[in-house]
């Protein structure tokens, strides 16, 4: 075998292949596809890169690939993901670590639950309601409320979400209004808890999505249907995540679990 060592981490069944890297420029992006296959390569949703930091602040920084090898600007997942990985090669229970994106740096509290799984919760910034817009698909039109969570997020809520994920979300994740793409959630309220389908920018439909579920969190604080500053259940297929916002200063806190699968080694996948 002859591949770079790798860690393969989910968080809620969005899963990622962790590589601890020197610098950026010691990965090749395009081989992202091939290591996500999940019949030939190893299978993920994406790379994380997991470099060093600009400066002496942070731990480390994280650099997200998706599944396409595209570059997203955040990822709330994958960067609890990252910061279990980190916990876990100081041997510490717990860890409070800060952590680069090219979203800004984040700060994230481990708390170990086993060997190889912890609750982390994870201050996501700034998450704020841009503009609510009519998007037209060809006879039909959807309401969308555009949402900043460090990455564009379309927020559509609907009566059954999970049946019009697979007709919707490519076709507004690509839509021309949005410049750059977008990731999608479609969402029902249920209960006090709010039930949530991805289709995720650069991968597709995804068993979770974190700074989608604070995309929501902020629109539902908004049109108040969850109450401002409390935890609210966040319920995706792959599981939950709890998600705080704070309209008046739109601070949004991410929790949830993250869990180490196995390691190994690319081997032969790369050429």
């Known amino acids: 075998m002859n591949g770079p060592k790798f860690s393969k981490y989910e968080g809620l069944g969005n899963d990622f292949i962790v590589l601890d890297l020197a610098r950026a420029e010691d990965f090749d992006a395009g081989h992202v596809p091939a290591l996500c296959d999940r019949r030939f390569g190893i299978g993920a949703d994406g790379v994380l890169l997991v470099l060093p930091s600009s400066g002496a602040a942070a731990a480390a920084r994280m650099v997200v690939l998706n599944a396409d090898g595209s570059v997203p600007e955040m990822c709330g997942n994958g960067l609890r993901c990252v910061a279990l990985h980190l916990a876990l090669a100081r041997g510490a229970p717990s860890l409070e670590v800060l952590v680069e994106t090219d979203s800004g740096a984040r700060l994230c509290t481990v708390h170990r639950r086993g060997p190889e799984e912890a609750q982390v919760r994870v201050d996501m910034g700034i998450v704020r309601v841009i503009e609510r817009r009519r998007i037209v698909l060809g006879a039909e039109s959807v309401d969308v409320a555009v949402v900043d969570a460090g990455n564009p997020h379309a927020v559509i809520f609907r009566v059954d979400p999970r049946a019009d994920l697979d007709r919707l979300g490519p076709e507004i994740a690509r839509h021309a209004s949005f410049a750059h793409g977008t990731n ?36 539902a ?13 966040v319920h995706l297929p792959g599981g939950v995540l709890s998600v ?17 699968v196995f390691r190994g080694e690319a081997g032969s996948i790369l050429p």
């Open 184 to 219: 999608v959630e479609l969402v029902a309220k249920r209960g006090e808890a709010l039930e949530v389908f991805v289709w995720e920018r650069g991968v597709g439909p995804t068993l979770a999505c974190g700074t989608g579920a604070c995309a929501v969190v902020a629109e």
């Open 221 to 233: 604080c908004a049109t108040h249907l969850v109450p401002a500053g409390a935890p609210v259940p």
């Open 244 to 260: 705080t916002h704070d309209p008046a200063t739109a601070r949004t806190e991410l929790e949830g679990p993250a869990r180490l």
